[in-house]
């Protein structure tokens, strides 16, 4: 599955949104890829993890995503791959392993997320992986919005990706939305909030 068919999946199921918001990173954006949407549908969930496999030449024995974004993800690409699928989730604001699941020192890794935008949850969750003796071998996401190709360079681990968007967002203190108040207040996906009427699908939108 390519980029475009990535996008045209998403349109069709709402998954692209245009409104105010404010992304896991604290950021805000005018536009938010709601990917719980995108893998609703089991049998699509699974032809993109397909996807994204394809374009990773690593093989591993686990796959990690961070909750909650990334759990359904994470199965996926596990069962793609026909290995075991973990999360990782914040205890008192430190995100770690729990629920039974055990890394054992030397055990390879693939982290994913389903959105990329800085990077921050899926290196807290390779940090998780390190603690544990095991060995990260790569990241991949359905999205890549970060703005650079190979987000994870400097940590010497290759990335793939589905689909690539370069999207806008700024710090809150440097929201243009936040400044003219025509937006509203940034809603933070997957709130209640989201189904405001200044969320709306983004529809025809070529960005998220």
């Not at 893998?39 to 969930?45: C, E, T, V, W």
């Not at 681990?157 to 400044?179: K, N, R, T």
């Not at 189904?195 to 709306?200: D, E």
Request: charged residues 25%.
């Amino acid at each position: 599955m390519n980029q475009e068919q990535v996008l045209e999946q998403a349109r069709g199921c709402g998954a692209l949104l245009e409104g105010h918001f404010q992304l896991s990173s604290g950021l805000h954006s005018d536009r938010y890829f709601q990917c719980a949407l995108l893998l609703a549908d089991p049998l699509r969930a699974e032809k993109l993890a397909r996807s994204v496999v394809l374009k990773l030449e690593q093989s591993a024995e686990v796959v990690i995503g961070p909750a909650m974004g990334a759990v359904i993800w994470a199965h996926e690409v596990a069962r793609a791959l026909g290995v075991r699928s973990f999360f990782t989730e914040r205890v008192d604001g430190e995100m770690c392993l729990r629920r039974g699941f055990e890394l054992e020192a030397g055990t390879r890794v693939i982290v994913v997320e389903d959105v990329l935008t800085t990077g921050k949850s899926a290196r807290e969750a390779l940090a998780v992986v390190r603690r544990h003796g095991a060995v990260p071998v790569a990241v991949a996401s359905i999205v890549n919005r970060s703005g650079r190709a190979e987000p994870f360079e400097a940590e010497g681990l290759p990335y793939a990706c589905l689909a690539e968007f370069d999207v806008q967002s700024w710090e809150p203190e440097a929201c243009p939305l936040c400044a003219s108040g025509e937006a509203g207040p940034a809603i933070k996906p997957g709130s209640r909030a989201l189904l405001s009427p200044g969320a709306t699908t983004g529809r025809g939108s070529g960005d998220a």
